[in-house]
């Protein structure tokens, strides 16, 4: 079992940045791939990025690509989104995920509670 917990969400203006965390209890964090995702009123949640167990392997969004980075401490149980040159179509709330494949949200078994992250313009 699994639990997640984001934190560093909060209003940020257009070009700014934030690093959201994601700490996680259980000791076989370092065996999940992590994923975040996020949500934004009156859409279905998207695929932000992944990484892999070991953090070598990433893969993100087209809409992130170049301004998000997905990185992890396995040694603190937590993954990081470092989020970059923030754009108001950011604006949603940001979830946690582990234990699952790529870009499937369906295939990831567990969730944090999730984080607000809001671009002002």
């Known amino acids: 079992q699994v639990q997640l917990e984001e934190s560093g969400g909060g209003l940020v203006q257009a070009g700014g940045s934030l690093r959201l965390s994601c700490a996680a209890s259980?000791?076989?964090?370092?065996?999940?791939?992590m994923a975040w995702f996020r949500q934004a009123p009156g859409k279905e949640r998207e695929f932000v990025g992944a990484i892999g167990w070991s953090g070598r392997s990433t893969a993100y969004a087209a809409s992130v690509k170049g301004r998000f980075i997905i990185s992890r401490e396995n040694a603190k149980n937590t993954v990081y989104l470092q989020m970059d040159n923030l754009k108001s179509e950011d604006s949603a709330v940001y979830y946690c995920?582990?234990?699952?494949?790529?870009?499937?949200?369906?295939?990831?078994?567990?969730w944090g509670q999730g984080t607000q992250v809001t671009v002002s313009s």
């Open positions: 259980g000791r076989a964090f370092s065996s999940y791939a």
């Open positions: 995920a582990a234990d699952g494949v790529g870009i499937l949200s369906n295939s990831y078994k567990y």
